[in-house]
């Protein structure tokens, strides 16, 4: 049963690789194989538009280092979803993530979409920002829960949103680090 993180900060020992981390730990210590996807490091294309996943539902035709781990969510058991919080949104590398994604989505008559990953998976989301005030990004946040449960179809086994990053850096904050451990604990059923 594999876990896969797609991590949208460019920082390889940054706060939200650290979350991460703690939950992927979480995940191979209830017997998860786990897999990071660090996207500042792979060969990743913005969607091009071709609207040829309108065509053909769940396939990307846009090929880069991204089109097995499109393929891989298919087969995952759950996802982890961690992001910074670039400009008062997600981090630029993730939103070409979140376009990809689109590829996943097929229309249904009535104008919504359904998911062409199937269903029963579980997921989590790791947001770092250095506002204090956790709740100051929740329509940032609430737009990649969207994207992963709504859209995809997961259910959310629970979430950090790591505030405050400059004054408190995640790699000293042992609750924090505790808690991301449980969450990645529930992402295998
Ligand atoms: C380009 C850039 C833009 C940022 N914009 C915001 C922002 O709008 N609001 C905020 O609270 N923090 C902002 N930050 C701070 C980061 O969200 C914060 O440092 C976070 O902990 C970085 O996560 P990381 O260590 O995982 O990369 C920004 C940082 C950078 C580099």
Redesign the pocket.
Known sequence: MQILAF?G???N???????IAAILEGARSKGAETAEVRLQDIDLKGCCGCLSCRKHFGFCAQRDDLSPYLEAIKGCAGMVV????????I?GQMKLFVDRIYSLYANRPDGGYDSMVPQGKRYALAI????PNPD??KKSIQYLAGMTGSGLGMEEVGRII??D??DH??AGDKGLLEKAFEIGCRLLK
Do not use: F
Request: glycine letters at 10%; one cysteine or more; a positive charge.
């Open positions: 991590n900060s460019p920082r020992q940054g706060n939200t690789s650290e979350i961690g992001c910074p919080i670039y400009m008062y949104r981090s770092s920002q250095g506002a100051q990004y790591h505030a990053s400059q850096p995640a």
